[in-house]
């Protein structure tokens, strides 16, 4: 199993169905919420390159916000990347 982690705010549609679509491929995931932590949301900005949430990662490869995961696993990639 891969190691994936996941950047997100808790007020962020977007975030949660991340998790959820990560959760119903039965991926474990670990999750830094940036919402009230400046300097993780930096980390997140300079790791990413992107300053919106979420961001994912999947075994250190940035995969890019939701709708990159969910394009991915429209196209067949993401469960080969699981």
Do not use: W
Request: hydrophobic share 30%.
């Amino acid at each position: 199993m891969q190691q994936a982690e996941i950047y997100t705010k808790d007020y962020c549609p977007y975030c949660h169905r991340a998790k959820e679509l990560l959760s119903i491929k039965g991926v474990s995931y670990i999750e830094y919420d940036v919402t009230k932590d400046s300097e993780l949301e930096k980390l997140m900005q300079h790791r990413a390159g992107h300053h919106t949430v979420p961001q994912i990662f999947i075994d250190n490869k940035h995969i890019g916000g939701c709708d990159d995961l969910f394009a991915l696993d429209e196209q067949g990639g993401l469960d080969s990347l699981l």
